[in-house]
């Protein structure tokens, strides 16, 4: 049994910087590709944000790049996302994804609850 745990959204105004932190726990064999998604109010859909790989492979949003940087602990099963000179069109709920595999080799897919991101004026 696995949960990832999110903290850090808040509000904050334009150009302003937020760093969420996503922590996994439980029963962790392979800690493999994580990442971040995001769902603005007016979408239905969780729009990918930042990807990284086991081995430190980074992809990003064309619209988040050169602001915002995903990286990982590894020792302390968690990922970051910093996120830099915020604009009012990032305002979603961020929500983390990591995959996991327990030690038969099996993968699973596991979702953070979601953290709110506000970005005023």
């Known amino acids: 049994q696995v949960q990832l745990v999110e903290s850090g959204g808040g509000l904050v105004q334009s150009g302003g910087s937020l760093r969420l932190s996503c922590a996994a726990s439980?029963?962790?064999?392979?800690?493999?590709?994580m990442g971040w998604y995001r769902q603005a109010t007016a979408n239905q859909q969780r729009d990918l944000v930042a990807?990284?790989?086991?081995?430190?492979?980074?992809n990003y949003a064309d619209s988040v790049k050169g602001r915002f940087t995903i990286s990982r602990d590894n020792a302390k099963n968690t990922v970051f996302l910093q996120m830099n000179s915020l604009k009012p069109e990032d305002t979603a709920v961020y929500y983390c994804?990591?995959?996991?595999?327990?030690?038969?080799?099996?993968?699973?897919?596991?979702w953070g609850q979601g953290t709110q991101v506000t970005v005023s004026s």
């Open positions: 994804k990591a995959i996991i595999g327990d030690s038969r080799g099996y993968t699973f897919q596991y």
């Open positions: 439980g029963s962790i064999f392979s800690l493999n590709d």
């Open positions: 990807t990284i790989t086991s081995g430190g492979l980074t």
